[in-house]
């Protein structure tokens, strides 16, 4: 059994093993309808529970048709419904509670500390479907997307991150040190990564570019990621934040500014950080970055279950 929390926690060659296997199973999905089941049945009979706090779409359909494919079922619940740590019930009874009805436990959660006392606590894999400091099924995938389509190791791509400095960068960050590639960051000064984040990759022997000038984050970028300026845990003062990255816009004229082969991925759901020009263009691949996440949380699921081959 086996927890994914955080892709900084994860050793490289077990994530490069996630990626293998879920190439291997998309490769062999290319003739079966969405609710077949791969022929192995490997998680059969599991049930996976879900839990949200927070909005979902993607992680949410993306969780449901990965269990269903691999043999198994899942039951979603939201916190509003259940006792998660209120009512005078802790999570460490609630968590208890998920692992005698449950085989997996998939959260997404307004809280780091939450997510956490559920690993401490529960006798079950606990995956992080979304917390305020990382995002690491996201990333992984879009990792398996970038490989995909550029048919090269992550390794050989320069890779620029253009908008807020978020839990989706945080992890892109991660997957940076373990997978070894060039990361630029283009953010307005205000909103550069925080602390600890560049102290994790500061022990690891790494670097980060930061700029201001979105312009020169792009210079020789074979991938741009973004994601949603602002974002639903907003607070401050939006009117600001949006002026702030005003400059920030990913157009056509600042994709001409990276490699002629650039192409461009975000997370979802988008706002006014890109033209609709670009991502709607034939340099984005949004769809398939979306699509894709069901092959990756299969091979999650498999390496959390101690099931990959």
Known sequence: ????????????????????????RKNRRKNLNTLDIDKDKPLHGKLLIQMFEKPSS????????????????????????????????SIADT???????????????????????FCKYSNIPVINGLSPSSHPTQ??????????????????????????????LNSLIAASVKFSFQLNVGCPK????KKFVLDWVKKNKRVINIF????????????????????????????????????FKIDEKLLNSAKKNVIFLHCLP????????????????????AANRVHVQKSILLYCFDKLR
């Open 1 to 24: 059994m086996k927890n994914f929390i955080n892709l900084k926690d994860i050793s490289s060659k077990d994530l490069r093993k996630i990626l293998y296997d879920a190439k291997k």
């Open 58 to 89: 993607r992680t949410r359909l993306s969780f449901y048709l990965a269990i269903k494919q691999l043999g198994g079922g899942t039951l979603t619940l939201k916190s509003k419904e259940m006792h998660l740590g209120k009512g005078g019930e």
């Open 95 to 117: 968590a208890k509670i998920l692992s005698t009805y449950g085989d997996g436990f998939m959260l997404r959660t307004d809280s780091d500390d939450k997510i956490q006392e």
């Open 139 to 168: 990333i992984l995938s879009d990792v398996f997307t970038v490989e995909e389509i550029k048919k090269k190791p992550i390794s050989k791509l320069n890779i620029s991150w253009i908008g807020d400095c978020n839990n989706v």
């Open 190 to 193: 205000n909103y550069k990564p």
């Open 212 to 247: 201001n000038d979105p312009k020169k984050a792009v210079k020789n970028a074979d991938v741009i990621f973004s994601d949603k300026v602002i974002s639903l845990n907003d607070r401050g003062n939006i009117k600001q934040k949006i002026k702030e990255f005003k400059k």
């Open 270 to 289: 988008r706002g006014n950080e890109v033209t609709n020009k670009v991502f709607l263009g034939k340099k984005s691949h949004v769809w398939q970055q």
